[in-house]
Each structure stands twice: as structure tokens, then as C-alpha cells.
């Protein structure tokens, strides 16, 4: 990729429309949420603000904006507050690779999910940073778990991934899009059936949603590492969530379901309804499923996931090398 | 005390003189081993159903002492007793445990019409049955509810409260209230039942019994809570019984023991019904155990129902406020959903008892608490806390 002024300019627009879509996307998210969590218990859910409840969201924020900002006593300040940022920004870089459509590409590089499995470390070191320098006692034990979560399922996930990227023989999501078909029997999904299952169990542990929201358990840390967050740290690190959760549905969409591709006609809405219909499922099981133990959380990981990821990706090789 | 030291608590062992933080948190710490970290659950935090207060010390994610600090709503509802008539006491009685406030209504009620010598009218007998049994079921519901939201299914307490609001919607019309009910009164109750209030039951029985079979398949049989449960916190019959814990957890226990069944009361004893026991003493037979419970109290109700007689409902010369207790000592107890509710009354014949004592069933099984929660996950310790089935103003009084 050269670097001139044209692919500047791309790339800074590129970043200001995924700012506009990470905000976008925490505030339809958000009432869908509760929509669906009011549909699950049966409830009406938000529907006092706005035509069916649908500018609540827009107010919660607006509310959370106009919050004071409460630090506790003995914290470390400089890691306090860069944590929610750290949490923040490296997801702007993650969506650059991702291809939403044909052309609606921010930054097509050959390594593009080599650049997003890296930058999508970052949000563990602020989940540590956040629990660590808030000087209490939930978040740090919240950001001990975040850690050793977050390694553990980003193993299976890499793995999962790289029997798709042995298909396809490319790490440039683009490439992987384009080696699908249109039709749903095309995709990788029918090729990679058990890839598919590992990426999205790995995917909702990775994002800390529940039953796997082990870092921020309710019933035994209170919010974990983001206890003793208020104001826009909190909302920070709520927006980090739901992009995260917005990046690894578009990860699955690209690898998986095909992308930009679809039946009749592709184009990037494709891309959309798959990520949002995936983002959907996590919202489904979130309300429906008690939260796993620590110990099961790790030994489903260890004894199961990865186990089989590598036996996936052991086969994939050797049909790979005599089939091709 | 040192900033450096608090922020990087594995690498410090807790001095008492340098832990921050009152009375319970320094004698706590006295006793902390290498490498710990103290950790303040409570009296406000999610798990701990209103205002309890547990210290643990944590070796990491491992709980290696427990200790529950009561006292947060604390009422002085025994002291309250003996400066009240009887009459007056009454309405306390709905308020020491909110999830099944008939239960108590009936200790007391019952203590004094011992003491006093009262008989109670049949259909009286019947209608405190019902109204017991209905009521036990909205406080299992709730308990339902609310230990599934402590493993961190949410939607669950929403259906249980659903389901409480039927029966509440049920109990309004004797009790005529829906939460601190005082429906009994010395001879008999307080109001008749309508036909709607019959109508209702008749309606609830069936719907009740199809949601059961739902929550099973969605709730019991889901494999996560399995895990989460089975095996975690037993509590055999030899810790239960040096505690001196009732209720499901002796019967998770594998001890088929019941007031109802044991000293009975009421008119229980012309009732079949069998008492659930067993499988297994971790907190999933807890569980199972109170599912069954309902659905024994079902089985109750429907032959309370099917049977209930005509008649007054308070004797004709029912005491007034102004009653005297005869001077003597009685002790009258019940099954409450969380086990034995008894109400020990001494009176010396003036107008107030001497003294009342109030045995909460919760008392004495949060006791089992810290030793079953030694050597635990945080999280297991979380579902042991739920599933003793704990109501903090009644442990407290």
C-alpha cells in the first residue's frame, strides 16, 4: 500500500465514520438490548422516551455526559483515567481492515486480521489498568479475571480463524470475502462448520458477555474492573463493549458468513444484517443463561475448545495439502 | 497507612493496626494467613439480599474464612413484644419476614391462643392453611428467582414475580394487603373467603403446575446451572443438625422432618401430602427441594379447597385489644418456607408478656454459612449465601 495523501485522506475519514458508527451502534445496541431483554421477560421494556422508547438510549448518554466525574481516594491517577481511553481508541484501528462492502473498505491491508487480533489486546490492558488503579478490591480481582479470560479464549479464536485463513490462503479480509460465494452454501461456515462453533463460543468470552461476563459478575464483584467508574469513564468503557461486540460479529460475518456477500445482490448491507443478527444471539443468550464458574469458564477453554481447534485446523492443513 | 501497600495488596500481609476499616474488619484481619486479601462483601452488595454483611478472606479467588456480620436491620421485634399487648404486636408479626409473613402471624397467633386455651373455628383452620401454603409458595417463588439472578440468570425472578403477583392478586382479598400481611387473629381470622377468592385458586393450581414444568426445562435442566450447582456447598446432616438448621436444607439433608408432618398444627394432619427430602445435600438438592415444596403446597391447597367447611371464622367471644394473657409460658411452632417459625411466649399475667422470643430459621442457617463456604470458589460461596434462602429482617429481627 502506498502512502499518499489520497490514502490519508481515507483513512481519516474512515475513522470518522466509525466513530460515528461505534456511537451509532452503542446507542441502537442499547435499545435493542432492552428491548429484547423486555421481549425475553416479558416486559415492555423502555418505552416512555420518544416514539416506543426509542430516543432513551440518546438520553441515558446525554445523562451520563452530564455526570460529575467521582474519582475515590487513593487511585492512581494517570492510570485511572488512561485506562477507559485505552479501552476506547484501539478500536477505531480495529474496524479500519474490516470490509463492510465492495469498496466500503477503510484500509485494505494483507494483514488485516493480523492488525485486528493485535490491537484487540489493548482492551485487556485497560481492563487491568482499570481494575488495578482504581484501588479497590472488586476491580482488582475483576481484572484478574479479565487477563486470564481473555488469554484463554483468544487462542481458540486465533486458531479458529486461521482454518479460514488456510482456505482462503490470505490474511486480507477482503480476500477471504471474495473467496466466498454468494449463496449461503458457499460460505466458509459450510466448510468450517466446527471453526464457526469454537469462533463464536470464543467470540462471547472474548467480548466478557454473559454467561462469560466473568470480569464484571454482578452477583459477586459488583460491576468488576469498572467498580469505581462514573461519568464518561464508565461510558467509555460501555461504548469499548458494544464495539467490541460490534467488531467481533463483523469478524464473524467476513470469516464465516460470506460478508459483503449474499443472495441477490451483495453489497455492505449484507454485511450489516449478518452483524447485527449475530449481535442479536449475543444479546439472546446473555438474558437467558445463568453465568459459568471461573474454573468451568477455563476448563470449557483448555479442555475443550482449544483441543479441538487444533484438531480442526490439523485437518484443514491435511485436506488442504492433499486435495489441492 | 502506606498507599503503596493498599494498591498492591497480594504482596502485603493485613496488619490489624494498618487495615482501614472498623470493629469486624480488624478482628477479621487478626487472623489473616500469608498472601490474602480481605474482602468486604456487603451490607450493599448485589448478592446478599438486602443488608447482610459477610467478610471473607480470599486466597485469590478462593474463599478461605467467612464470616456474616448481622445487626444491619436489626428491629428489636422480641423487645417490641413484651412492650406491646398481644393485640398491638400483631402487625409486627408481618414484618419480620416479609417473603412469608403468614407463617409468622400463625406462631404468634398460635402461642397465645395456646397460652389463652383458644380453640379456632374448622373453616378458620382451613382458611389459615390455604392462605400459609399460598403464601409459602410466593416466598419459594421469589427465592426462585432471586438465587438463579445470584448465578447470573437474570430473567428468571421476572416470571417468579409474575407468579407472585397472581398469588398476591389472590391473598389481597382476605388479607387485604399485599406484602405485610396480618391476616390472622386470636380465634379464627380476619375475613371470610368469596367466591372469588376460591375461583382464583382453582384457576392459579393448574397454571401454576404447567409454569413449573416450563421452568424446569428452561431453569433445572439448563447444564450451566447444573454446574454450577451440583456439588458445590454440601451441608450434611451432621453440620445441619449442630446448627440446628430446618427447613429444606435439613430435608435437602436427607431428613424427611416437617413441623407440619412432626408437631402438627392446624388441621394439617387431615392433609396427605408427602414431605420432600433428599437427593442429594449440595445447593442443587436445596433446590430441588424447594421446587418440590411447591408443589407439595399445591397439593395442600387442593385439598383444603376441595374440602373447606362452613362456619364462622372467629370464635364468638374472640379476645379484644384489651386482652389479658393468662400468666404461664407457651411455645407454638410452624413451618415457614426457611423452617421451623416459632414464637416462645412467657407471660405473668399483665397486660404485655414478660418476654417473647422469636426463633428465625434464618438465624440459625446462615450459621452454617462460614463453614460450608471454607475452601470455596467467591462465586460457589455467592450460590451457598442463595441458596440458604436467606431473609435479612428476619435474621436480624
Known amino acids: ?82 485506562a477507559p481511553i485505552l479501552a476506547f481508541f484501539p478500536v477505531l484501528l480495529l474496524f479500519l481492515p474490516i470490509p463492510f462492502g465492495p469498496y466500503l473498505t477503510g484500509l485494505k491491508v494483507d494483514d488485516g486480521i493480523l492488525l485486528i487480533l493485535a490491537f484487540a489486546g489493548f482492551g485487556v490492558i485497560s481492563n487491568i489498568l482499570a481494575g488495578w488503579a482504581s484501588n479497590n478490591k472488586f476491580g482488582l480481582l475483576g481484572a484478574a479475571r479479565a487477563v486470564s479470560q481473555s488469554i484463554a479464549y483468544e487462542i481458540p479464536m486465533i486458531l479458529a480463524l486461521l482454518a479460514v485463513v488456510f482456505l482462503s490462503g490470505s490474511l486480507n479480509l477482503s480476500e477471504i470475502v471474495e473467496n466466498q460465494g454468494s449463496w449461503p452454501w458457499q460460505w466458509n461456515i459450510f466448510v468450517q462448520p466446527l471453526a464457526f462453533f469454537i469462533y463464536l463460543v470464543s467470540m462471547v468470552g472474548e467480548t466478557n458477555r454473559a454467561p462469560f461476563d466473568l470480569p464484571e459478575a454482578e452477583s459477586e464483584l459488583t460491576a468488576g474492573f469498572h ?68 474454573d468451568q469458564l477455563l476448563n470449557l477453554n483448555w479442555r475443550w475448545l482449544l483441543p479441538l481447534a487444533i484438531i480442526n485446523l490439523w485437518i484443514t492443513a491435511v485436506a488442504i495439502k492433499f486435495f489441492d | 497507612m502506606d498507599r503503596l501497600n493498599f494498591i498492591n495488596p497480594f504482596g502485603v500481609r493485613y496488619q490489624p493496626d494498618m487495615v482501614s476499616g472498623d470493629f469486624y474488619t480488624k478482628n477479621f484481619a487478626k487472623g489473616a494467613a500469608e498472601n490474602t486479601i480481605i474482602l468486604n462483601l456487603g451490607p450493599q452488595h448485589p448478592s446478599t439480599h438486602g443488608v447482610l454483611r459477610v467478610i471473607v478472606e480470599l486466597d485469590g479467588e478462593y474463599v478461605i474464612r467467612a464470616e456474616p456480620v448481622l445487626g444491619y436491620l436489626h428491629r428489636m421485634h422480641d423487645k417490641m413484644g413484651e412492650v406491646k399487648t398481644p393485640w398491638q404486636f400483631l402487625p409486627n408479626m408481618g414484618r419480620v419476614d416479609y417473603l412469608h409473613p403468614i407463617a409468622w402471624n400463625w406462631a404468634h397467633v398460635g402461642a ?81 373467603a368469596d367466591d ?90 436445596r433446590y430441588l427441594v424447594r421446587l418440590r415444596e411447591i408443589e407439595t403446597s399445591l397439593l395442600i391447597i387442593e385439598q383444603a379447597i376441595s374440602s373447606l367447611p362452613d362456619g364462622p371464622i372467629v370464635i364468638p367471644k374472640a379476645p379484644k385489644p384489651t386482652f389479658k394473657l393468662p400468666a404461664g409460658e407457651s411455645y407454638f411452632a410452624v413451618e415457614g418456607a426457611r423452617g421451623q417459625v416459632a414464637v416462645h411466649l412467657v407471660s405473668d399475667g399483665g397486660k404485655t408478656p414478660y418476654r417473647v422470643k422469636l426463633r428465625a430459621p434464618g438465624f440459625s442457617n446462615l ?20 441458596s440458604l434462602d436467606l431473609v435479612i429482617p428476619e435474621v436480624d429481627r
Open chain 2, 367 to 386: 450459621s452454617l454459612f462460614a463453614e460450608a463456604a471454607r475452601g470455596t470458589l467467591l462465586a460457589d460461596a455467592i450460590a451457598i449465601l442463595g
Open chain 1, 227 to 294: 467498580t469505581e467508574y462514573s461519568c464518561m469513564g464508565f461510558a467509555l468503557f460501555f461504548l469499548s463493549e458494544y464495539a467490541n461486540m460490534l467488531l467481533v460479529s463483523f469478524v464473524c460475518a467476513t470469516f464465516f458468513l460470506g460478508g459483503w456477500r449474499g443472495p441477490f445482490l451483495d453489497g455492505f448491507w449484507w454485511t450489516f444484517i449478518k452483524a447485527y443478527v449475530l449481535m442479536l444471539f449475543i444479546v439472546w443468550i446473555r438474558w437467558t443463561f445463568p453465568r459459568v464458574r471461573f
Open chain 1, 1 to 82: 500500500m502506498e502512502l499518499s495523501i489520497a490514502s490519508f485522506v481515507q483513512i481519516f475519514v474512515a475513522v470518522l465514520l466509525i466513530i460515528g458508527l461505534m456511537v451509532g451502534n452503542a446507542v441502537v445496541m442499547v435499545y435493542f438490548e432492552r428491548k429484547g431483554a423486555g421481549f425475553i421477560q416479558r416486559r415492555p421494556g423502555p418505552y416512555e422516551v420518544g416514539p416506543w422508547g426509542t430516543i432513551q438510549a440518546v438520553c441515558d448518554s446525554m445523562k451520563l455526559l452530564g455526570k460529575q466525574i467521582f474519582v475515590p481516594g487513593n487511585v492512581d491517577w494517570i492510570l485511572y483515567f488512561a
Open chain 2, 112 to 192: 397465645v391462643e395456646m397460652l389463652a386455651g383458644i380453640s379456632v373455628p374448622e373453616r378458620a383452620e382451613y382458611l389459615r392453611v390455604i392462605s400459609c401454603e399460598l403464601n409459602r409458595i410466593s416466598s419459594h417463588l421469589v427465592w426462585w428467582g432471586a438465587f438463579v439472578m445470584d448465578l447470573g440468570g437474570v430473567t428468571p425472578i421476572l416470571y417468579a414475580f409474575e407468579e407472585r403477583e397472581k398469588i398476591n392478586d389472590i391473598l389481597q382479598i382476605v388479607t387485604g394487603s399485599r406484602l405485610t400481611m396480618s391476616y390472622f387473629r386470636f380465634g379464627g381470622v380476619c375475613a371470610d
Open chain 2, 196 to 285: 372469588r377468592f376460591l375461583k382464583l385458586i382453582e384457576q392459579f393450581i393448574p397454571y401454576l403446575r404447567k409454569r413449573l414444568k416450563m421452568y424446569k426445562a428452561l431453569v433445572t435442566d439448563n447444564v450451566i446451572l447444573r454446574r454450577r450447582l451440583e456439588n458445590v456447598g454440601p451441608m450434611g446432616l451432621d453440620i445441619c443438625q449442630r446448627y440446628g438448621a430446618t427447613g429444606p436444607i435439613l430435608r435437602a439433608a436427607g431428613l424427611a422432618k416437617d413441623t407440619r408432618r412432626d408437631i402438627p398444627y392446624g388441621v394439617y394432619s387431615k392433609f396427605a401430602f408427602p414431605i420432600p427430602s433428599g437427593p442429594t445435600d449440595d445447593c442443587y438438592g
